[in-house]
C-alpha cells in the first residue's frame, strides 16, 4: 500500500478536495454512476494514508448521506467509506481495538438479523478510536469548516427536493404538518427527518461558534457560516433546534462578552439585537409556527405514550431488561423509541447500556488535549444530551460524528483571562 505519512491539514489541499466532492454529489444526482468520483476520491486519499483529510471529508459528506448512493434503494456510499476507512486504520495498526473489543463482542452476540448496522457501529468506534488519538486543535478548524460547509451545501440542495423529480425519488414524503392554521413544510435539508436534521444542524452551529469564540475561526469567516446554518435549522420548525440553539447561543454570547476586549460595546450590541429583533420576530411566520408547536397539548409529539410502551416492553421480562433485544432488533408497532436512552436500554439491555456507556467513557477520556476544563467545554454535551431524550440515534452513522464534536468541545481552550484583542 502506498503511504505518505500522516499530512498536516491546508486550505491549499483541502479546499479543492471539498469543491470536488460537491461537484461529484451535484452532478451525481442527475448520474447516481458520477457519486462514484466522490467515493473513489475518499479511497484514494485513504490508500495515500492522508486519514485526517479523509476526516474532513466524512464530515463534509455526512449530510449527504440520503442520495450518496448508486441509486434511491442502494445502501449509501457513506457507509461503504467508512467501512473501509476503519479497515485501513486497523491495517495501517493507527488503533488499539481492544479498547472497543469487549462491546463489538457483545453487539455481535446479540445481533439479530442486522449484521451491515454492526459493521456500521464497530466502524465508527475504530474511527471515533483514531479520531480521538490524533486529531489535534489545530485541525479543528478545518473539520468544524468542512462541516459547515457540507451541511450548508447539502440544505441548498435539499430546497429543491419537493420538486425536482431526481431528488424526489429519494423521499417518501416530505414532512409536511399542519400548523396554525397552515400546512407546513418543515424543512430537512437531505435528512429524512427535519428533528435528525436539527441535530446536525444544532452541532455544526455549536462547533463553529465556539471556534469563534476562541479566536481559531476569524469571525468573517465563521459568522457568514452560522447565520445559513440558523437559518436552515429554523425553518425545520423543530422544537428541539429551537431549545438547543437558545442554550447554544446564550452560552456563546456570554463568553463572546465576557472575553472581549470591549465587553461592554458587545454587551450593548447584543442588547441592541435583542430589543429590535425580538419584536420584529414576533411579526413573522416562524415565530407563530413555533409558538403554536410549543404550545400544543401534548408537547412530547406523541413520544410519551411511545416511551411507556417501550418500558413496558423492557420490563416484561428479566432478560429482557438485562441483556435486551438485540441490534436490529423489531421495532414495537414498527415505531421506534424516540429516546436514545430508552432504545439502547431495549437493544442492549442494563448491561450492554452500562458497557456502551463505560467503552465510550473511557475512549473520550484516553486522549486530553486539556489539562483543565471550565463548564464551558460541557455545554455541547449538555445540549446534546437533551436533544437525544427525544431522537433515537444510538445505530445511525451520525451517532460517532456526534461523539467527535463532543470529544473536540471537550478540548477547546477557552481563555481564563479576558482577550488582549477585540472579536468584534
Known amino acids: 500500500m502506498l503511504t505518505f505519512g500522516e499530512k498536516q491539514l491546508s486550505w491549499k489541499v483541502l479546499l479543492p478536495q471539498l469543491l470536488i466532492l460537491a461537484l461529484s454529489l451535484i452532478i451525481g444526482v442527475r448520474d447516481h454512476r458520477l457519486m462514484l468520483i466522490a467515493f473513489a476520491f475518499s479511497l484514494v486519499n485513504m490508500v495515500m494514508g492522508r486519514n485526517l483529510y479523509v476526516i474532513c471529508q466524512l464530515f463534509f459528506l455526512l449530510p449527504f448521506t440520503v442520495i450518496y448512493k448508486s441509486g434511491p434503494t442502494t445502501s449509501s456510499y457513506f457507509a461503504y467509506t467508512i467501512i473501509l476507512f476503519s479497515a485501513f486504520l486497523v491495517f495501517q495498526s493507527k488503533v488499539n481495538v481492544g479498547k472497543i473489543a469487549l462491546i463489538a463482542i457483545y453487539l455481535l452476540v446479540g445481533l439479530t438479523n442486522k449484521f451491515d448496522i454492526w459493521l456500521k457501529m464497530i466502524s465508527g468506534m475504530i474511527i471515533l478510536l483514531y479520531f480521538v488519538k490524533n486529531v489535534s486543535r489545530d485541525s479543528f478548524k478545518y473539520i468544524a469548516i468542512s462541516f459547515a460547509v457540507g451541511v450548508i451545501i447539502s440544505s441548498i440542495i435539499g430546497l429543491d427536493k419537493m420538486s425536482s423529480p431526481l431528488l424526489s425519488e429519494y423521499y417518501k414524503s416530505f414532512n409536511n404538518e399542519y400548523i396554525a392554521g397552515d400546512v407546513v413544510y418543515r424543512f430537512s435539508g437531505l435528512y429524512y427527518d427535519p428533528n435528525y436534521y436539527s441535530i446536525t444542524v444544532a452541532c455544526s452551529i455549536f462547533f463553529i461558534t465556539s471556534l469563534i469564540v476562541v479566536k481559531d475561526i476569524k469571525a468573517i469567516v465563521g459568522i457568514p457560516l452560522v447565520i445559513a446554518l440558523t437559518y436552515f435549522g429554523t425553518i425545520s420548525y423543530s422544537r428541539l433546534f429551537l431549545v438547543a440553539i437558545i442554550l447554544i447561543y446564550a452560552s456563546q454570547t456570554w463568553d463572546l462578552i465576557w472575553y472581549s476586549r470591549y465587553r461592554l460595546l458587545v454587551f450593548l450590541f447584543v442588547l441592541v439585537l435583542l430589543i429590535v429583533g425580538i419584536p420584529l420576530l414576533r411579526n413573522t411566520m416562524y415565530y407563530g409556527y413555533y409558538n403554536e408547536r410549543l404550545n400544543t397539548e401534548d408537547i412530547s409529539g406523541g413520544r410519551l405514550s411511545i416511551w411507556k410502551m417501550y418500558m413496558e416492553q423492557i420490563f416484561s421480562s428479566a432478560s429482557l431488561f438485562l441483556f435486551g433485544v438485540g441490534v436490529g432488533g423489531k421495532l414495537l408497532n414498527h415505531v421506534g423509541a424516540h ?71 471537550f478540548n477547546i481552550e477557552y481563555p481564563k483571562v479576558r482577550l488582549s484583542k477585540s472579536i468584534v
Open 339 to 409: 429516546n436514545t436512552f430508552i432504545e439502547a436500554l431495549y437493544d442492549l439491555g442494563l448491561f450492554g447500556f452500562i458497557l456502551y456507556v463505560i467503552t465510550f467513557f473511557k475512549v473520550l477520556k484516553s486522549n486530553s488535549l486539556l489539562y483543565r476544563r471550565s463548564y464551558k467545554n460541557y455545554t455541547f454535551l449538555f445540549v446534546f444530551l437533551i436533544m437525544i431524550t427525544t431522537l433515537g440515534v444510538l445505530t445511525m452513522n451520525d451517532m460517532m460524528f456526534y461523539l467527535m464534536v463532543i470529544w473536540c468541545s
